[in-house]
């Protein structure tokens, strides 16, 4: 198991942007591990944003970020981020990242290691 640390949440005006990565804690094999965003708004289930394969060539976005949200790696760093651009009140939750060794997937389901989570709150 490893552990995944969520960093860049905050406060930002609709429109905005923001930047969120998440660091593996361990030292490990990072580039074996697939990485996803899910994110999670009061009331409701926690929900597949993006993913991407374990050599950072291949990517899928929930139809409502696509375009306006980008997801990278850097294997060296072990860190996968969430460019986030174009913010709208409804992209508040918090925001959190998720490995699995394997193929990417998009449920929730599917991914054993997790952050702690992240809030991101957009204002109108």
């Known amino acids: 198991q490893v552990h995944l640390v969520e960093s860049g949440g905050g406060l930002v005006q609709t429109g905005g942007s923001l930047r969120l990565s998440c660091a593996a804690a361990?030292?490990?094999?990072?580039?074996?591990?697939?990485m996803a965003w899910f994110r999670q708004a009061p009331g409701k289930e926690r929900e597949f944003v993006a993913a991407i394969n374990m050599s950072g060539t291949r990517t899928t976005y929930t139809d409502s970020v696509k375009g306006r949200f980008t997801i990278s790696r850097d294997n060296a760093k072990s860190t996968v981020y969430l460019q986030m651009s174009n913010l709208r009140v409804e992209d508040t939750a918090v925001y959190y990242c998720?490995?699995?060794?394997?193929?990417?997937?998009?449920?929730?389901?599917?991914?054993?290691?997790w952050g702690q989570g992240t809030q991101v709150t957009v204002s109108s």
């Open positions: 998720a490995g699995r060794g394997g193929v990417m997937m998009t449920a929730v389901s599917a991914y054993s290691d």
């Open positions: 361990e030292r490990i094999a990072f580039s074996i591990y697939s």
